[in-house]
């Protein structure tokens, strides 16, 4: 349990490379923008240099900003997927995302063994074998933990999964080879690279970013354009009269797990190569910023989710450019925020319609 | 009656003391890993067999019947055991450590096994204690007893500015607010240079009236006993206090309103109950009780850092609580023994002791989700059973 902090920590230290890594180096002559206006005067040089870099950083962090929401979109959207169709939280989620990280990276490490070096099928790989192993293992999970515990108090069912994510990122730690220390994860998508002033456009990281909004869409037009989103939707909205229409309780319950499953499994890799690192811990922070993410926007709404996700990154984002002298305390600043939202607003931004029966 | 006639009815409480206190007495003792393994086996055999043959439900019968003679016999044998180990460190904090836990735990029974708030920030709770503890050792001349209370107060401060969250969220929602405040409360010290940051802070031994609780007790020439014993009777005192506090509460209407705001919020208000009064009541007294533990742990250990106050600790709390089964205070005092001792003394396990306990709240969850000692139905006139 002590890795959170170093969890923390290394986030930090993943946000700060980037933000030295634009390919320009300041120090040098000729090259980068700076160059194109040598032929000014050093008055108007100095103070349009000046200008540049504010927008050009000031692009740099919204772009981090929107890496860093789109991923804990993703996550919370597998949140509101398990709330919305049983009312429960799946508190693994977060841990069964790391699990899908290292399943990725073991796959990773299996191909390039067998000789597989084009790095989309690497990729590929990871993926497919990520995903399905996890949506296994959420099938596993709904099949003997959650669907028994169905008629025990929310409590009962909130721990069994927390207990859950422990047991996994413990298993990982004591079991993975040499699995308590960080793990680097390849980069496996193109690296080239962009610089506009201060800002570097990274090929990677808008892959990263388009395929992370496809998958919350994708979700979104699953959940609201499919016959199986209706089904989850029915069972959700009542779960008797979804019965004796016909829907399979449990299997939407199983099909739903393995859908949130795989997607964490998916969350996970694009974490791994955002941050070229996975580790045990990362479950914990990543899972609980989910969900409170998730609870702001309103749960079992997946705009909530979206803009819960996107509002917590802003927050930490906010809380390196407004506070420099106290950048340390982003993660104090976004959860002290959170709270006071949540005293605001008790059911989230986008509350949940519901009327209570009596 | 005569002196016999009375006693006989005690007669087998007695014997089970005396049988448990021995067995925990040879646990401690035993270095040997094959022995504990065995020893353990053996008493899980034993608690099993009792369960089976319905010996266990009559011994909870006739404890029922007579409380104060089970704390005496508790008491007791705690007593004994330090008498008995009062050489030995590593023992004597083992039992100052199950006595603060069980406080901590009896606060968080207070919150969640009573009148139903959530709180997962339990850690961070007994970190303002121990914290609380350390500052206040370190700068200023206050008497120790009152750092201990100090502690207290300041948890439940901290825990009163959570409270509008808490109160106005419900289920998951406030679920959220404690996670949410205890991940912040570990980062917050883990930055701030003014508190030790990740390094952590020294905190002073306890001092009462010149007493020095961290020098071992020497009395005449060939006499020396451990200074843990000292930890030892101060726990002990506020175990007692705390217990006889919390049992009270549960056995009187208080009890009774936050049972009904627990069991049914909207029927209590219906009744005229105050929703609102009973939580605050309820979580600003858990934290006190939880801060005043972190705040004796604090000077016993002598040293804290943020690593002792992470998410992954407030969940053993709550897993104590919820092990021993909900609202028992009896239950989590065995629950914490048990979660405590023995990974202490099952060396082979240490490394792999979350897991395990991930592993076994799971299936307690599963297969016996109202945890090893069920809160018994409350007794509304003395002497009245349920059938």
Redesign the interface.
């Known amino acids: ?2 890795g ?2 170093e969890q ?2 290394r986030l930090g230290y993943a946000q700060a490379e980037r933000h030295v890594r634009p390919g320009t180096d300041p120090g040098r002559p000729g090259t980068g923008p700076a160059a194109r206006w040598s032929t000014a005067s050093s008055v108007e040089f100095r103070t349009r240099k000046a200008h540049s870099m504010d927008v050009g950083l000031f692009v740099q962090y919204v772009m981090n900003g929107l890496m860093l929401g789109v991923m804990y979109a993703l996550v919370a959207v597998g949140f509101t997927l398990f ?1 919305g169709v049983m009312n429960i ?1 799946n508190f693994s989620h977060g841990d069964v995302l790391m699990v899908g990280a290292f399943v990725g990276l073991a796959t990773y490490l299996g191909v390039s063994s067998i000789g597989v070096e084009n790095p989309w099928g690497q990729l590929a790989a990871a993926m497919i074998v990520a995903a399905s192993a996890m949506a296994l293992m959420g099938v596993a999970v709904a099949k003997y ?1 959650v669907l ?2 169905k008629n ?1 108090p ?3 069912t ?3 999964t ?3 994510g ?2 996994l990122h ?2 990982v730690r ?1 079991f993975y080879p040499r699995g308590a220390n960080p793990q680097r994860f390849p980069s496996l998508l193109p690296t080239d690279a962009y610089s506009f002033g201060n800002f570097t456009l990274r090929i990677d990281s808008v892959i990263l970013l388009g395929t992370g909004l496809l998958a919350i869409v994708g979700i979104h037009l699953l959940i609201n354009r499919t016959k199986l989103g209706l089904a989850m939707r029915a069972v959700a909205q009542d779960e008797d009269t979804a019965k004796t229409m016909g829907i399979d309780f449990d299997r939407i319950v199983l099909i739903t797990f393995a859908i949130g499953s795989a997607l964490a499994a998916f969350t996970g890799i694009l974490h791994g190569l955002y941050y070229s690192e996975v580790n045990f811990a990362m479950g ?2 990543l899972g ?1 910023i989910g ?2 993410s998730a ?1 702001v926007g309103g ?1 079992g709404n997946i705009y909530g989710a979206i803009i819960g996700g996107f509002l917590f990154a802003a927050l930490q984002t906010l809380g390196v450019v407004a506070m420099p002298f106290a950048s ?2 982003k ?2 600043f976004a ?2 925020v ?3 939202i ?2 605001w607003r ?3 931004l986008i509350s949940e319609k519901i009327s ?1 029966r ?1 | 009656m005569s002196a016999r006639g009375r006693l006989a009815p005690l007669l087998p409480g007695i014997v089970v003391a005396v049988g448990v206190t021995t067995y925990v007495i040879v646990l401690l003792g035993v270095e040997s890993q094959t022995g504990i393994a065995a020893l353990l086996a053996a008493g899980a055999g034993a608690v099993l067999a009792a369960a089976r043959f319905g010996v266990a439900a009559r011994m909870g019968r006739a404890f029922g019947k007579r409380d104060n003679f089970l704390n005496l016999l508790v008491v007791l044998a705690i007593v004994v055991l330090t008498v008995f180990f009062y050489e030995d460190h590593f023992v004597l904090l083992m039992v100052a450590t199950v006595i603060i836990y069980v406080i901590a735990c009896l606060g968080l029974n207070l919150q ?1 096994g009573y009148s139903g708030v ?1 709180n997962f920030a339990g850690a961070a709770f007994f970190g303002v204690g121990c914290y609380t503890a350390a500052v206040l050792t370190k700068n200023t001349d206050v008497p120790h007893l009152v750092i201990l209370v100090a502690g207290g107060l300041m948890a439940a401060t901290v825990g009163s500015v ?1 409270l ?2 808490v109160l ?6 406030s ?3 404690t ?3 205890g ?2 409360f ?3 010290l ?2 701030n240079d003014t508190l030790g940051g ?1 390094q952590g802070l020294r905190v002073d031994g306890m001092n009462v009236l010149g007493w020095e609780f961290n020098d071992n007790i020497e009395i005449g020439e060939n006499f020396e006993a451990s200074f843990y014993v000292n930890y030892v009777v101060v726990g002990l005192i506020l175990l007692v206090l705390a217990f006889a506090l919390v049992r009270r509460i549960e056995r009187s209407w208080i009890g009774l309103n936050l049972d009904a705001v627990r069991l049914d919020e ?1 029927a209590a208000s219906c009744f005229g109950i105050n929703i609102m009064r009973w939580k605050i009541t309820a979580f600003i007294l858990g934290n006190f009780l939880i801060g005043l533990a972190g705040a004796l742990y604090a000077m016993m250990l002598g040293f804290i850092a ?2 002792n106050f ?4 407030s ?1 053993i709390l ?2 104590i609580v ?1 092990l021993g089964g909900i609202g028992n205070p009896w239950g989590l005092a065995v629950a914490t023994t048990i979660l405590i001792i023995v990974p202490e003394k099952l060396q082979a396990i240490q ?2 002791r ?2 395990l ?3 076994m ?2 299936l307690i ?2 297969f016996r ?1 109202e945890g090893l000692l069920p809160r018994p139905l409350r007794a509304y006139f003395p002497g009245w059973r349920p059938k």
């Open positions: 349990m002590d959170l902090g923390r920590i709330f939280i933990l028994p515990l025990a929310p409590l009962n909130l721990l069994i927390l207990m859950l422990t047991a413990e298993a004591l914990l922070l609980v969900f409170s609870i749960l340390a305390y993660d104090v959860f002290g959170i709270i006071l949540m005293a008790p059911t989230g209570e009596v | 969640f959530l959570l509008l969250p106005r969220t419900r289920g998951h929602y679920a959220v607010v996670i949410a405040f991940l912040l570990k980062i917050f883990e930055v990740p909207t943020p690593t992470t998410f992954g600790d969940l709550v897993s919820l490394e792999y979350f897991l306990f991930a592993v709240v799971i969850l599963l989700p």
